[in-house]
């Protein structure tokens, strides 16, 4: 082994992100959660109108133009809002600003696997608490593990299941360090926790316009929370860390509610028609307030599915890990989408040839 790496990360696995197939290639892509329909109309003006002079010049460095949008779209000040490269950035940034060797990160299992992977690079302690059967917050148990910081994403990945706000409150007020809860799928849910940044300064909630304004490639995301949290995640960020172009598209995309509003709509009208027919199939299907669903085969063969769709070019996502292995993931597409997924598990045998077991 060389010495170029920290020991820490010489020891720790790379995150792995859902298969991404080279473009062109013709798969119905139901593994990382995308949105199926295209980025709002006018956002995609702005981007076909992109003044050289935006991108000769720095970028302004807190995302001014798209701070004031989010201010106005949700009604909080805009010094309470921090943008970031991808909420996957503000993930980071908090974990670099708060949490060193020693101090320790917490979260309910299973969840988002990025957030270990951060806490890994920052070589810091790990408590992670396994949610029940019911995805019931094990509030004692995150309380008393008392974390620097505690990740709750709410609506969470994979399970797709939303924490109710009482037990976040609870969490944030019995807590010393601070409670990030991750709304990435907020736009698909039936509540929030945004309330909470007003009551509790260790609370910050992070968004992104990867999910609900299908602007995953763009990378733009933002938190909200009181200015004396975000005084020091703004130390520890990048000095130019939004790029005029994400800044100018992403501040039409999140302008264009009623757009959004109607891309959402389709979204759960479809999730609702997948989880029937899937039913009607013998999957096991969790409620969902995302844009995708958290399913059981009847055989619990899920690695076998996952094989057999990816070979007729359907990727869902599936979890080799100890709770999920018998699971899938998959994403919410457009309807023609979902019915050749429908038909396609329709075909395949439900009890695998011995020669195809795997
Ligand atoms: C997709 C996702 C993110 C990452 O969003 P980006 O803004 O694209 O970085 C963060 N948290 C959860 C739970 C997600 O599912």
């Given at each position: 082994?060389?010495?170029?790496?920290?020991?820490?990360?010489?020891?720790?696995?790379?995150?792995?992100?859902?298969?991404?197939?080279?473009?062109?290639?013709?798969?119905?892509?139901?593994?990382?959660?995308?949105n199926?329909y295209?980025?709002?109309?006018?956002?995609?003006?702005?981007?076909?109108?992109?003044?050289?002079?935006?991108?000769?010049?720095?970028?302004?460095?807190?995302?001014?133009?798209?701070?004031?949008?989010?201010?106005?779209?949700?009604?909080?000040?805009?010094?309470?809002?921090?943008?970031?490269?991808?909420?996957?950035?503000?993930?980071?940034?908090?974990?670099?600003?708060?949490?060193?060797?020693?101090?320790?990160?917490?979260?309910?299992?299973?969840?988002?696997?990025?957030?270990?992977?951060?806490?890994?690079?920052?070589?810091?302690?790990?408590?992670?608490?396994?949610?029940?059967?019911?995805?019931?917050?094990?509030?004692?148990?995150?309380?008393?593990?008392?974390?620097?910081?505690?990740?709750?994403?709410?609506?969470?990945?994979?399970?797709?299941?939303?924490?109710?706000?009482?037990?976040?409150?609870?969490?944030?007020?019995?807590?010393?360090?601070?409670?990030?809860?991750?709304?990435?799928y907020v736009d698909f849910a039936?509540?929030?926790?945004?309330?909470?940044?007003?009551?509790?300064?260790?609370?910050?909630?992070?968004?992104?316009?990867?999910k609900g304004y299908s602007?995953?490639?763009?990378?733009?995301?933002?938190?909200?929370?009181?200015?004396?949290?975000?005084?020091?995640?703004?130390?520890?960020?990048?000095?130019?860390?939004?790029?005029?172009?994400?800044?100018?598209?992403?501040?039409?995309?999140?302008?264009?509610q009623a757009y959004k509003n109607a891309c959402v709509a389709k979204i759960k009208a479809s999730r609702?028609?997948?989880?029937?027919?899937?039913?009607?199939?013998?999957?096991?299907?969790?409620?969902?307030?995302t844009n995708?669903?958290?399913?059981?085969?009847?055989?619990?063969?899920?690695?076998?599915?996952?094989?057999?769709?990816?070979?007729?070019?359907?990727?869902?996502?599936?979890?080799?890990?100890?709770?999920?292995?018998?699971?899938?993931?998959?994403?919410i597409?457009?309807?023609?989408?979902?019915?050749?997924?429908?038909?396609?598990?329709?075909?395949?045998?439900?009890?695998?040839?011995?020669?195809?077991?795997?």
């Amino acid at each position: 082994m060389t010495n170029y790496f920290r020991s820490n990360v010489d020891a720790m696995a790379s995150y792995v992100p859902g298969e991404q197939p080279q473009r062109g290639t013709q798969f119905i892509k139901l593994n990382s959660n995308e949105n199926p329909y295209p980025p709002s109309p006018a956002a995609l003006a702005v981007l076909q109108n992109i003044d050289g002079e935006w991108l000769r010049r720095y970028p302004e460095p807190f995302g001014g133009e798209f701070r004031q949008a989010v201010s106005q779209v949700l009604g909080v000040p805009s010094d309470w809002i921090i943008v970031g490269n991808g909420s996957d950035e503000l993930l980071s940034v908090v974990i670099r600003a708060c949490v060193e060797p020693g101090r320790r990160v917490v979260y309910p299992m299973p969840t988002y696997v990025l957030y270990r992977t951060l806490v890994q690079i920052q070589n810091a302690d790990i408590t992670e608490v396994v949610y029940s059967e019911d995805y019931s917050l094990p509030l004692k148990e995150l309380i008393a593990a008392n974390g620097s910081v505690t990740f709750i994403a709410s609506p969470n990945s994979p399970s797709g299941h939303i924490v109710p706000i009482e037990d976040l409150r609870k969490l944030a007020s019995q807590l010393s360090g601070v409670l990030v809860i991750d709304e990435a799928y907020v736009d698909f849910a039936e509540e929030n926790a945004l309330a909470l940044v007003k009551e509790y300064e260790n609370v910050i909630v992070i968004r992104t316009l990867s999910k609900g304004y299908s602007l995953a490639g763009l990378r733009l995301g933002f938190g909200v929370a009181n200015p004396k949290l975000l005084h020091g995640l703004f130390k520890v960020k990048d000095s130019y860390n939004i790029d005029a172009i994400a800044c100018a598209v992403g501040t039409a995309a999140i302008t264009d509610q009623a757009y959004k509003n109607a891309c959402v709509a389709k979204i759960k009208a479809s999730r609702i028609q997948l989880a029937t027919d899937l039913k009607q199939l013998g999957f096991r299907v969790w409620d969902s307030q995302t844009n995708f669903l958290l399913v059981q085969p009847p055989q619990g063969n899920a690695e076998y599915l996952y094989q057999k769709l990816k070979e007729q070019r359907i990727l869902i996502r599936y979890f080799k890990q100890p709770g999920l292995d018998d699971k899938l993931r998959i994403t919410i597409g457009t309807e023609e989408q979902n019915q050749t997924l429908v038909k396609a598990l329709s075909n395949l045998p439900i009890f695998p040839d011995e020669s195809e077991k795997i």
